[in-house]
């Protein structure tokens, strides 16, 4: 009985010491919601402050405006105007301004109109904004041009007010130690606290991100496939070449991080469009490169040999550069002495010729349908280099297929950066050797420049 009583007693004790407890750890759980609320409450204050301090530079008055954005491959070029106004402009630049005040700029280029300053950031279409480069923050987009009157130098920032055909885009960075970005491309407006005026701005908001499932960083196309044989020399095929070397070199972009998809992984046919079309594939998986591997062949055989990167018109051309440099120095190569759309060695710019725009236009009579308005002999000439890179390289379809008359990312101004790989000639002996024994060096020479131009 006692020894009962005495149990209870304890029992009772602990029972109201675990309340106590539990109550306290209750309360300390609660304040501690609290202080976090009214941190992130002054934290969105904060922010909200430091935003009115940067437009508060900002002119309201007037504004310029964007007349497109386009993404190719990871660079952001943005072409725009504005009114011309004032006198003696020396510069216009494009700058970015973080939350902490820290600013990048851009210089741009500048064509003066009698009423209009147009600008861009590079004729070239893989140049601009280096969207791999840019920290996680939140930026404005400005205009700043800077003007020279009696000695003194004057600055004025303008918003940026969108007055192209697309909206707002998202972009993810490269996988970088198995980390991405996710970078939101904003069109946002605000109220000025002073003349309660609404203006349009620019925004670029870059927070770390898991990659989506379907979203990936390179897409390896290997050319040809089932009923598309290609080039064959000697028993040797080139679509069983490409097979292998594709695969391949998917496994050792693999191996340094990279996502990588296939257009293929065995030998079967490819279609051109529809939801795993070659060209199509790279638009569907946000691809910041797209490279196709291909095998050359001449009339007549050992009469060529060679490696020929092809890229589209409109480009800085030093990442196809490196490409063919690597390929020659790591399999002991040579570049292609084929001197036709060649623009460096080893580097080619194929464009349409007057005859083949002429071609397209009554092939597209023929079928029945309107031919893109734009083709013309500025127009890349390759598939894979002119389909997969939406507006940017006047993605149109050739025509010559029926049930191809359209591709239905042509319209697209974010696309991956291509480049076709003719990686030697089949019917060379010296190239074949050199693809049957040197796969490995071959294979290196492509991952070195990839991974040096992300660098
Ligand atoms: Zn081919």
Redesign the pocket.
């Known amino acids: 009985m006692i020894n009962f009583k005495l149990k209870k007693g304890v029992l009772l004790k602990s029972l109201v010491t675990f309340c106590i407890m539990a109550i306290m750890l209750g309360l300390a759980i609660f304040y501690r919601y609290i202080l976090d609320r009214n941190e992130a409450k002054s934290r969105a204050q904060q922010e909200i402050e430091k935003e009115e301090k940067i437009f508060e530079e900002v002119e309201t008055t007037e504004c310029a405006y964007v007349k497109l954005y386009t993404i190719y491959g990871n660079h952001l070029n943005i072409k725009g105007y504005l009114k011309n106004e004032q006198q003696d402009i020396d510069k216009i630049k494009l700058v970015l301004v973080d939350l902490d005040f820290n600013s990048i700029e851009y210089e741009l280029n500048i064509k003066e109109k009698e009423d209009k300053i147009n600008f861009s950031m590079s004729d070239n279409i893989n140049e601009g904004i280096d969207l791999e480069k840019i920290q996680e923050g939140k930026y404005f987009v400005f205009i700043q041009t800077i003007s020279n009157s009696q000695d003194k130098e004057i600055k004025r920032l303008y918003n940026l007010k969108n007055n192209s055909d697309y909206t707002g885009n998202e972009y993810y960075t490269l996988t970088k130690n198995g980390m991405n970005n996710k970078i939101e491309i904003k069109f946002k407006e605000r109220e000025d606290s002073k003349d309660e005026k609404k203006y349009e701005y620019m925004f670029l908001n870059v927070e770390a991100s898991t990659l989506p499932s379907k979203v990936y960083d390179i897409v390896i196309d290997a050319?040809?496939g089932g009923k598309s044989p290609?080039?064959a020399y000697n028993g040797f095929v080139?679509k069983d070449i490409t097979l292998e070397y594709a695969l391949q070199l998917k496994q050792k972009l693999k191996e340094k991080g990279y996502k990588v998809k296939l257009t293929r992984d065995k030998d079967e046919y490819v279609e051109s469009y529809g939801n795993t079309g070659r060209a199509v594939m790279p638009y569907r998986t946000k691809a910041k490169l797209v490279l196709s591997i291909?095998?050359n062949s001449s009339a007549s055989e050992n009469a060529e040999g060679g490696v020929e990167v092809y890229t589209p018109n409109h480009m800085n051309l030093t990442f196809a550069k490196s490409f063919a440099d690597n390929i020659v120095k790591y399999t002991d190569g040579r570049y292609s002495v084929n001197s036709y759309a060649k623009a460096l060695d080893g580097v080619y710019v194929r464009t349409y010729t007057q005859a083949e725009v002429d071609e397209a236009i009554e092939y597209a009579h023929e079928l029945n349908y309107m031919p893109y308005e734009n083709l013309s002999t500025d127009t890349p000439y390759l598939f894979m280099v002119r389909e997969t890179g939406g507006i940017m390289t006047k993605a149109y379809i050739d025509g010559r297929n029926k049930e191809e008359l359209n591709n239905p990312y042509r319209n697209s101004n974010i696309a991956a950066e291509s480049y076709l790989l003719e990686l030697g000639f089949i019917n060379s002996k010296f190239d074949l050797n050199n693809l049957l024994q040197k796969k490995e060096n071959y294979i290196n020479a492509i991952v070195d420049s990839i991974i040096n131009n992300y660098k």
């Open positions: 050319g040809h290609g080039a080139e291909h095998l």
